[in-house]
């Protein structure tokens, strides 16, 4: 299962807060009930997935990171990160977490491969697809490393089969 938080460029009231943290809650609750869903119009920058891998979309979108749809993720199982900037500036993402993952991303011309690789750099307009395995039941931190408010998380956990 997998669920994100961000936080928000623009300030707002605690009830903001508050709301943000019901929807959390309620999309992992839908997200356990919820199926894989299907892939449909995926165009030729964006990877399809394999046979036996998952993956989930992440937007940077207005200064703040957006789930795309939700997706269920499970560890031990090839995932793959979908990173579209619908922005008009630069956004970074970095996480610790990677680090310690043997990661290939690759995305318009742009190819790396490796461990030790803490983020990337997506330009505006751009998508880059981020491949790897956890091993297990993880939290994947992540923030712009160019804009300090963009941040957000990603569980990847097990999920017992029915």
């Not at 703040?64 to 900037?85: E, H, K, M, S, Y």
Request: hydrophobic content about 45%.
């Amino acid at each position: 299962m997998t669920t994100m938080k961000t936080s928000s460029a623009l300030p707002g009231p605690d009830n903001r807060t508050a709301a943000r943290r019901a929807m959390l809650v309620l999309s992992a609750i839908w997200l356990c009930l919820s199926a894989w869903p299907a892939i449909l119009g995926a165009d030729e920058s964006t990877p399809s997935p394999g046979p036996h891998e998952q993956r989930i979309e992440v937007l940077m979108r207005n200064y703040d990171f957006v789930l795309a749809q939700p997706a269920q993720l499970r560890f031990g199982i090839p995932t793959v990160i979908i990173l579209r900037n619908q922005d008009i500036v630069p956004h970074g993402f970095s996480s610790t977490a990677m680090a310690q993952l043997a990661i290939q991303a690759h995305g318009e011309g742009v190819a790396v491969q490796g461990k030790g690789i803490e983020g990337f750099r997506v330009d505006p307009g751009k998508t880059l697809a981020i491949h790897l395995v956890t091993d297990r039941s993880n939290r994947i931190l992540f923030n712009c490393d160019l804009h300090p408010q963009m941040k957000g998380e990603l569980f990847v956990l097990e999920i017992p089969a029915a």
